[in-house]
């Protein structure tokens, strides 16, 4: 059980991008787009650079890393311009609505407090039903004298410098060193837990597992990294990441669960890892499927669907190759027990898991 922390919280200021929104990746679309007219290529080298800088400060960073011949306010006023072209396609980042929805409904106090101005703030959740009215308080940075990190616009440096708990969410992967002077890091929303901070518990999970809308993966079987059988003893069905970047970037890096279908074989009971794998230090995102039954055979090439269920837990690094055998293996006798339940079986009737020779969606 979660134990409390230092202090009990009477209320909860959230921040927006990064957290709340998944502006970061439409951002680089955006940003892609604005440099071909200058025959440049977003490679994405500066996102750690950016993180948490105001607009004119983005611009200052990129025109020069980029040395485009614009001014910062030109590069402000026409990305900006593009970007709000699209906030009606910015989704909400797993775990979000569902952590408003729980801190409204038990009237816990909340404040949305974000480095964009207030203008763009409002647009922003315009297209998310329900948070306006959830916030009792929206502050931009236009609304302030100075911004992170200063206790005027709340980060994790202005938070703690303002005298409060400070549960960081990193939006770029690899990157928790970044936030020790939080009180805690986590992967996600998702795996939030209020009771340590002396808020409502969620109550939504089950049997070890938390639900989720389904989603869909789908494609031939490859070769993985060769160390799924050979060091782990645990033979995974790689799929390769090409065509769901989108897919990779919505969900956290974590454990999940659901069902498998095989083109020629039938379906299964999986569960999966999305992420770098600590341990090993993966250089990409990789999905790496665990199909819960014993096969007398490979079968690489084949096509393989996915539907994801419900989450188990968020990545985590281990001391030892045995500690992490024994992790996955725990986390095969939750996912066998779950995908029992009604709640999860009913979804090893879908439709996706009907292999044609279509992509997944």
């Not at 306006?132 to 609304?143: A, N, R, T, Y």
């Not at 995908?339 to 279509?358: A, C, E, M, N, W």
Request: hydrophobic share 35%.
């Amino acid at each position: 059980m979660a134990q409390p922390l230092k202090k009990l919280m009477s209320c909860v200021i959230l921040d927006l991008d990064g957290t709340l929104l998944n502006t970061d990746g439409m951002f680089s679309e955006v940003l892609k787009t604005f440099l071909v007219k200058y025959g440049k290529e977003w490679d994405g080298r500066e996102k750690h650079k950016i993180v948490g800088k105001t607009p004119l400060e983005e611009a200052a960073i990129i025109v020069e890393d980029y040395g485009l011949p614009c001014a910062k306010h030109e590069f402000v006023n026409e990305v900006y311009s593009m970007f709000s072209d699209h906030l009606c396609k910015v989704k909400a980042l797993p775990g979000a609505n569902r952590l408003i929805k729980h801190l409204s409904c038990h009237g816990v106090p909340m404040a949305l407090a974000s480095n964009s101005h207030r203008a763009t703030i409002e647009s922003k959740i315009s297209y998310q039903h329900g948070w306006k009215e959830s916030f009792s308080v929206i502050v931009g940075s236009d609304e302030v004298r100075t911004g992170k990190p200063s206790p005027d616009m709340i980060g994790v440096v202005a938070g703690k410098a303002a005298g409060m708990e400070v549960v960081a969410v990193p939006s770029l992967p690899k990157q928790t060193h970044r936030y020790i002077a939080a009180d805690e890091v986590i992967n996600s929303l998702l795996d939030l837990r209020p009771e340590k901070w002396g808020l409502p518990p969620f109550q939504d999970w089950i049997e070890g597992t938390l639900p989720s809308e389904p989603w869909y993966i789908g494609g031939p079987v490859v070769k993985g990294l060769g160390r799924g059988s050979k060091v782990l003893g645990i033979p995974t069905a790689n799929l390769s990441t090409e065509g769901y970047s989108d897919v990779l970037s919505e969900h956290p890096s974590g454990v999940y669960f659901g069902w498998a279908g095989l083109s020629t074989r039938g379906v299964y009971k999986m569960v999966m890892s999305i992420g770098w794998n600590p341990y090993f230090d993966n250089a990409e995102k990789t999905i790496e499927p665990w199909l819960l039954h014993e096969f007398d055979e490979d079968f690489y090439d084949e096509e393989l669907h996915l539907v994801i269920v419900g989450y188990i837990r968020p990545e985590a690094n281990f001391p030892s190759l045995e500690t992490l055998i024994a992790k996955i293996h725990e986390d095969r006798k939750v996912a066998e027990r779950a995908l029992d339940l009604p709640l999860y079986s009913k979804y090893r009737d879908d439709p996706y898991l009907k292999i044609t020779s279509s992509k997944g969606q």
